[in-house]
């Protein structure tokens, strides 16, 4: 995940928000570029990364696609979810 010669930290983050007929809600995409210092890179490598962020959808049942890239080492990982909101 970090660059190991410099400590960088190169994601790119995408999540899409379906409606159960499929059409697209909302979105949000984020890269994340940062140069770590050792203690910080150190963390990440024992404890992982936490990431949060917000999106507004009115009441109803989604889909939910999340993905993320980390470009220093091509890796690519996705997830899929359901969303109810009241």
């Known amino acids: 995940m970090l660059g190991?010669?410099?400590?960088?930290?190169h994601l790119d983050i995408a999540v899409s928000v379906?409606?159960?007929?499929?059409?697209?809600i909302t979105?949000?995409?984020q890269r994340i570029e940062r140069h770590l210092e050792s203690q910080q890179a150190a963390l990440i490598q024992s404890e992982g990364i936490r990431y949060s962020n917000r999106f507004q959808v009115p009441p109803g049942s989604y889909g939910v696609w999340f993905a993320i890239r980390d470009s220093n080492s091509g890796r690519?990982?996705?997830?899929?979810t359901s969303l109810t909101v009241q």
Do not use: A
């Open 4 to 9: 190991e010669q410099n400590n960088s930290l």
């Open 27 to 29: 979105n949000l995409s």
């Open 18 to 24: 379906r409606s159960s007929e499929g059409k697209e």
């Open 76 to 80: 690519l990982g996705s997830i899929v």
